[in-house]
T-cell receptor, first 114, second 118 residues
Framework: NAGVTQTPKFRVLKTGQSMTLLCAQD?????MYWYRQDPGMGLRLIHY???????AKGEVPDGYNVSRLKKQNFLLGLESAAPSQTSVYFC?????????????FGPGTRLTVT | AQKITQTQPGMFVQEKEAVTLDCTYD???????LFWYKQPSSGEMIFLIY??????QNATEGRYSLNFQKARKSANLVISASQLGDSAMYFC???????????????FGSGTRLQVQP
């Protein structure tokens, strides 16, 4: 049981390049999320998904796109990377039901855009 | 207005002593949940403790307890008997919305860096 995994762990991009971050979970969770964490700050929600085939915007969605074609995977795309997107990206997942649930986080992807 | 406020950017505590990390929140939703996460220097997010808005008692998990004062909208984390391994960033977070409704995402505070001194 791997929990939440993220690929890659590190990446350096040049301005204007594109890339896709992959998040995978093996806990059969309905909900999945992408957050970013800038230095000295808490996590901010980029996009989220409440089930296969659905996505929605969070607080900071500009410059990102997402897809959830399979329940276990949630992809985050950067079409034209900018230095402002230098950050650590966390994926998380959680159950649909129950009040006392936690979000399970992946290990993070450190992205640098030069 | 900030939904989650952590006013202590950094805290020091002596090993074996207790420490309280402050968190205040702002919501008009009657149903919400409050979480604390630990982020060590390695970067992963570790869930510590959860408090629901309707819970009558303060949550406890081992050395962690949550001092929940609903009227004051505060949810302070208390770590008893601090250990060197407790040195990390600590984030308070809130989920708004009830049951199966809402997106269930977390809103995070800016964190408190705790350093435990021997």
């Amino acid at each position: 049981n791997a929990g939440v995994t993220q690929t890659p762990k590190f990446r350096v991009l040049k301005t204007g390049q594109s890339m896709t971050l992959l998040c995978a979970q093996d806990m059969n969770h309905e909900y999945m999320y992408w957050y970013r964490q800038d230095p000295g700050m808490g996590l901010r929600l980029i996009h989220y998904s409440v089930g296969e085939g659905t996505t929605a915007k969070g607080e900071v969605p500009d410059g990102y796109n997402v897809s959830r074609l399979k329940k276990q995977n949630f992809l985050l795309g950067l079409e034209s990377a900018a230095p402002s997107q230098t950050s650590v990206y966390f994926c998380a997942s959680s159950y649909y039901e129950g009040e006392t649930y936690e979000q399970y986080f992946g290990p993070g992807t450190r992205l640098t855009v030069t | 207005a900030q939904k989650i406020t952590q006013t202590q950017p950094g805290m020091f505590v002596q090993e074996k002593e207790a420490v309280t990390l402050d968190c205040t929140y702002d919501t008009s939703d009657p149903s919400y949940g409050l979480f604390w996460y630990k982020q060590p220097s390695s970067g992963e997010m570790i869930f510590l403790i959860y408090q629901g808005s309707y819970d009558q008692q303060n949550a406890t998990e081992g050395r962690y307890s949550l001092n929940f004062q609903k009227a004051r909208k505060s949810a302070n984390l208390v770590i008893s008997a601090s250990q060197l391994g407790d040195s990390a960033m600590y984030f308070c977070a809130m989920r708004e919305g009830q049951g199966g409704t809402g997106r269930r995402a977390l809103t995070f505070g800016s964190g408190t860096r705790l350093q435990v001194q021997p």
